[in-house]
């Protein structure tokens, strides 16, 4: 069985919820080759209609490590919505990097990522 994204949070439930809510193997779709557990029947039915509105973008990792050539594992609880993508975070004892984001220039920030990303 494949793992799944976003430690098991519903990509939906970041546009729709006030916050990141577990998703359920019950509601289970894939996306390129990946696996989201979502949190209702209709949440999978708005995913599966339209999933690239949905995923994380830079593949699910650091959006703020993206932006300086990094790759950094994420807290799926430390996020962002830009220009309706779902961004999301490193956070750990040492560093918050949505605080950094936040601190920096976000359309810098973003076309940065968006370049550094497209290289990979």
Known sequence: MST???DGYCPVAYFV??????????F????EGKTYHLVSADAKTAFDENPAKFVPAFRGVCAFGTSIG????????????????????????????L???????EADLVAKADANFTKQ
Request: glycine share 6%; proline share 6%.
């Open 4 to 6: 799944v994204e976003i």
């Open 99 to 105: 605080a950094l984001w936040n601190d920096g220039d």
């Open 28 to 31: 289970t779709s894939t996306h």
């Open 70 to 97: 990094e790759t950094f594992p994420v807290d799926p609880t430390n996020y962002k919505i830009v220009n309706e993508r779902l961004f999301l975070f490193l956070k750990n004892d040492d560093t918050d990097a």
């Open 17 to 26: 919820a006030d916050g990141p809510l577990k998703g359920s193997a019950e």
